[in-house]
């Protein structure tokens, strides 16, 4: 009896040395992961004070989702509902900050698995209003820029204004099924083939110089057409939604916008800085 109490009594230690052993190993991990995060997010941050966008003229707004300025800082924690994303232009005070009042369309603060660090996340009807006028109107020249991924097969609209009419509109949007992505001025497009791939972070960079629009993929050149003589309107200025169902179903991580096209050092420049903080290999 006394043999098998004794026996019984050491596997019991056994037992709980394994399991504190384990507990430590776990914390170390977890810590270390935490750490790992914290040296992301830190670098990311000193990526985007340095990055070439502010340096840029004819900057008009400037959404990212690293800085500590993006968001209020109450509602900076993984799945937290985002009422509003800020402009971060460092180069006007007339701010072009977004807003969503309403819970069901709040989109989230989410940690991107790829890069471990903060992005929006967007789901169901989720999207941000900006104020009119943010996307360039009439038949201004532009070049936007964003950084974003889809998580199915939709008709995810990423950014747009206008009334969605006539040769009245300016809007952004994935059809992954079909490999493809749209500048669209609802009666004008611009289709870029093997563009978009679903669950991938990608730069996707458009040019419109009153003659003629481009767009870019990670830097690399998919496509052009002629164009001239748009009439959007200034209304309607949304993230994350665009023609009538067509809402983002993914995470959009930044959104670049100016008023002119830019000259191709520059956009290159903007798409170097985009491609080392997202992790994104850009030609």
């Known amino acids: 009896m006394f043999k098998i109490n004794k026996v019984k009594a050491f596997s019991l230690i056994e037992l709980s040395i394994v399991i504190l052993i384990i507990g430590i190993l776990v914390a170390g991990v977890t810590q270390s992961s935490r750490l790992i995060n914290q ?35 109450s509602q900076m924690s993984d799945q937290a509902l985002l009422s509003s994303w800020y402009d971060i232009n460092p180069t006007t005070t007339d701010k072009k900050n977004s807003f969503q009042s ?55 609209g990423v950014l747009g204004s206008g009334i969605y009419l006539n040769n009245q509109s300016n809007a952004f949007r994935y059809d992954p099924t079909a490999g493809l992505f749209y500048n669209y001025w609802f009666g004008v497009d611009l289709a870029l083939s093997n563009a978009s791939l679903r669950d991938k972070m990608q730069i996707f960079t458009f040019t419109y110089n009153l003659s003629l629009r481009e767009g870019f993929v990670d830097g690399v050149f998919k496509g052009r057409i002629a164009s001239s003589n748009r009439a959007s309107s200034s209304t309607n200025n949304r993230i994350g939604y665009t023609f009538t169902s067509e809402y983002m179903n993914g995470i959009i991580a930044e959104i670049i916008i100016f008023d002119r096209a830019l000259k191709t050092d520059e956009r290159k420049a903007i798409e170097s800085y985009l491609g080392k903080k997202w992790r994104i290999f850009v030609q």
């Open 39 to 73: 040296m992301r997010l830190a670098s990311a941050r000193s990526l985007t004070f340095s990055s070439p966008v502010p340096a840029t003229p004819n900057l008009i707004a400037w959404y990212e989702s690293v800085s500590d300025k993006s968001f209020e800082e």
């Open 102 to 156: 309403t819970d069901l369309n709040k989109p989230q603060y989410s940690i991107d698995s790829s890069s471990g660090l903060p992005v929006v996340k967007f789901v169901d009807q989720d999207f941000f209003i900006m104020p009119d006028g943010t996307i360039p109107f009439g038949n201004a020249p532009y070049t936007i820029i964003f950084v974003s991924k889809t998580n199915a097969f939709c008709v995810c």
